[in-house]
């Protein structure tokens, strides 16, 4: 589109400015070819008013508003209290369940009493290494001390002896 056909254009549109219009005057006064086309926007725009849409009644704005109810549905309050008021009380209910454990905290007063074991006597202790030297030993413990292995195992025996497998009484 060139400069004349754009200027053409915002003369039949009405939003040409004054030095567009006088110049676009002059050029359909002596231009056949710029007053073909300005018939044919002429005709186009006649051929849209033609097929334009019907207007609505003068009334009928007035006769939808007379029909609407003035009080708010039942399903307005449902969509615009009741939900809202539901979904809080499900959060909050949430919530106070998260905080909460589902089982009940074990009670106080049991059954089971759970005796303290004896202190051990300095023969009963296992045999104490410094940590320092379990840390730097360049082997894995037990791999070549046949007598570390006798000792653990005597241990625990006497172990065994002073602490019996079970170590809770029943009442």
Request: charged share 20%.
């Amino acid at each position: 589109m060139n400069e004349s056909q754009k200027n053409l254009l915002l003369y039949w549109s009405g939003e040409a400015d004054a030095a567009t219009k006088a110049e676009v005057k002059e050029r359909l006064a002596h231009d056949p070819q710029a007053q073909r086309e300005y018939a044919e926007l002429c005709q186009l725009q006649a051929g849209l008013q033609a097929r334009a849409l019907p207007q609505p009644r003068a009334g009928l704005l007035d006769e939808v508003l007379a029909e609407r109810p003035s009080r708010p549905s039942r399903s307005y309050l449902l969509a615009k209290v009741v939900l809202p008021l539901a979904a809080c009380f499900l959060v909050m209910g949430g919530l106070f369940l998260w905080q909460r454990p589902l089982s009940p905290a074990p009670e106080t007063n049991s059954t089971l009493v759970q005796t303290a074991p004896p202190s051990l006597s300095p023969e009963d202790r296992p045999p104490s290494t410094p940590l320092s030297s379990r840390l730097l030993q360049s082997s894995p413990p037990f791999a070549n001390s046949l007598s570390h292995t006798r000792e653990s195992r005597q241990w625990r025996h006497r172990f065994s002896k002073i602490h019996p497998p079970s170590t809770v009484d029943f009442i």
